[in-house]
């Protein structure tokens, strides 16, 4: 089993900075991909960023440029940096694992980003 436990969303003004952060526990080995998801109110999940355990990363065209996904082995977390952001990237920003032995997600932590 996979433990994931978001920290770091909170209220920021627009054109500010957040860093989230996903903490892990459990067994991810081999051939996985970590990723963070949001979900904004009355709309579906959708993708912001993720990395392959050979460190390849991918980001939702809305957030190229402006976030950066990344992880730190040894303290077993995963970051999303987020900065210049925007009133369109309030959600609930969810962390997902996903390899051989199934999807894991995290419980979510707010952003609120106002203008």
């Known amino acids: 089993q996979v433990q994931l436990v978001e920290s770091g969303g909170g209220l920021v003004q627009s054109g500010g900075s957040l860093r989230l952060s996903c903490a892990t526990s459990g067994s991810i080995r081999g051939i996985y991909t970590m990723g963070w998801y949001r979900q904004a109110p009355g709309k579906q999940r959708e993708l912001v960023a993720t990395?392959?355990?050979?460190?390849?990363?991918n980001y939702a065209d809305s957030v190229k440029g402006r976030f950066t996904i990344s992880r730190d082995n040894a303290k077993n977390t995963m970051y999303l940096q987020m900065n210049s952001l925007k009133p369109e990237d309030t959600a609930i920003y969810y962390c997902?694992?996903?390899?051989?032995?199934?999807?894991?997600w995290g419980e979510g932590t707010l952003v609120t980003v106002s203008s």
């Open positions: 997902n694992v996903r390899q051989l032995t199934g999807n894991y």
């Open positions: 990395i392959t355990s050979i460190s390849t990363t």
